[in-house]
Structures are given as C-alpha cells and as structure tokens.
C-alpha cells in the first residue's frame, strides 16, 4: 500500500519560513511528477508547485520567488517545499500529490493526508 506522509507544518509569523516535507511509502517501480496543493477553509485545493521526474518545476504566481519545490528520489522518495516570505494568504491545509508508478508502469495518483500552515499577521 502506497503512502504519503507529510510534516513541517505549523503557526508562524509573517515574514517568517517553513519548509514541508513528503515521503512516499510502499511497493512502488518509480514516481512521475510530485506536487504541493493547498486549501484554505470554504476553498477550492489548488496547485502550488509542481516537480516533475526530471527536474522541472513550475509555481503558482502567487508563490513565485518565494516558494521553492525540490525531490529527493534515492532511498527517500521525498518532495519538499521551502516556503518563505509567508504571508497571511499562505494559510491553508497543504497536501502533497505524487504520480506513482505501479511494477505494470500504470501511473495512479496518491494524496498525503495534509498539514496545517497558519501564518499570523
């Protein structure tokens, strides 16, 4: 059973910088593009960053500058996600996303449970 666990959530200041986590468990061949989504109470999750396999990245607008989305594909399986320059607006549950290759290469989506980043003014 594939499994994503993220960490590094939590409350912090305006101005300030977090940097999430998101290790992926399980009977996997291989893992295609890797994202972090977010939303905020009454909204709809949208993307934030995206990785792909090779190194690609590509940001919301509104993060550009400030976010910065890194993997790790050796024994980790892990996405990251340096956030700085937090800002109030930046509040929301974030969920990380992985494509996940199955030992058949069919690609199946799976969802961390998300964590809590609460940016105070």
């Known amino acids: 059973q594939v499994q994503l666990v993220e960490s590094g959530g939590g409350l912090v200041q305006a101005g300030g910088s977090l940097r999430l986590s998101c290790t992926v468990s399980?009977?996997?061949?291989?893992?295609?593009?890797m994202g972090w989504y977010r939303q905020a109470p009454g909204k709809q999750r949208w993307l934030v960053a995206v990785i792909t396999s090779g190194g690609s990245t590509n940001y919301a607008d509104s993060v550009k500058g400030r976010f910065t989305i890194s993997r790790d594909d050796n024994a980790k399986n892990a996405v990251y996600l340096q956030m700085n320059s937090l800002q109030p607006e930046d509040t929301a549950v974030y969920y990380c996303?992985?494509?996940?290759?199955?030992?058949?290469?069919?690609?199946?989506?799976?969802w961390g449970q998300g964590t809590q980043v609460t940016v105070s003014s």
């Open positions: 996303k992985a494509e996940c290759l199955d030992y058949g290469l069919y690609e199946y989506d799976y």
């Open positions: 399980g009977s996997i061949f291989g893992i295609d593009a």
